[in-house]
Each structure stands twice: as C-alpha cells, then as structure tokens.
C-alpha cells in the first residue's frame, strides 16, 4: 500500500500565490510520475500538471507559465507552486503516483479556493 499526505491548500486571493505539496510512502521501489489533477464542483477531474521520475513535465493549458511542477526523488515528494492564481483555479487538487511500474494511487484531496 501506498499513502499519499498532500497539503497546502487553501483560500486565497486572485492573483495569490500557494504551494502544494505531496509526499508519498509506502512500498515504492520506484516512481514512474508524480502529478496534481484537479476537480471543481460539476466538472470532470482533469490533469493539472505532472512529473516524471527524470523531470519531464506536462502542463494543462490554462495553467502554462502560472504553475510550476517540481519533485524530490529522494523524499518521493512532489510540489505545486501556483502563482497568479484566478477564480477558475478553484478545485479539489488532488496527487497521483504512478508507481512500481504498474501501479497507481490517488490522494484524498486538497481544498483551494480562489476569492475575494
């Protein structure tokens, strides 16, 4: 079994700044990629950002040059940090691990709410 421990979210305003954070443990033995999806109220959960092992990253549109994806290895950890951040940002930002070459596992979910 894998656990996922994320944290960072909260309520900020528009054009704030957070930082995300995931750590994984558990039995890895090793990591394909680490990534940050994200669910608002009504919508299907979609790709944030994600990592490989080797630091290729993938970006969704809307968060190009505003999101920045980054990982430990050595700590199995993985960061989001959101810069310039808007109302539409507003989401349940959920971590996902690939892992041991087949498998895959999901967080519980960080709130973050973009408000005035």
């Known amino acids: 079994q894998v656990q996922l421990v994320e944290s960072g979210g909260d309520l900020v305003h528009p054009g704030g700044s957070l930082r995300l954070s995931c750590a994984a443990s558990?039995?890895?033995?090793?990591?394909?990629?680490m990534g940050w999806y994200r669910q608002a109220p009504g919508k299907e959960r979609e790709l944030v950002a994600r990592?490989?092992?080797?630091?290729?990253?993938d970006y969704a549109d809307s968060v190009k040059g505003r999101f920045t994806i980054s990982r430990d290895n050595a700590k199995n950890t993985v960061y989001l940090q959101m810069n310039s951040l808007k109302p539409d940002d507003t989401a349940v930002y959920v971590c996902n691990i690939q892992y041991n070459r087949y498998l895959n596992s999901w967080g519980q979910g960080t709130q973050v709410t973009v408000s005035s």
């Open positions: 558990g039995r890895i033995f090793s990591i394909n990629a």
């Open positions: 990592i490989t092992y080797f630091g290729t990253t």
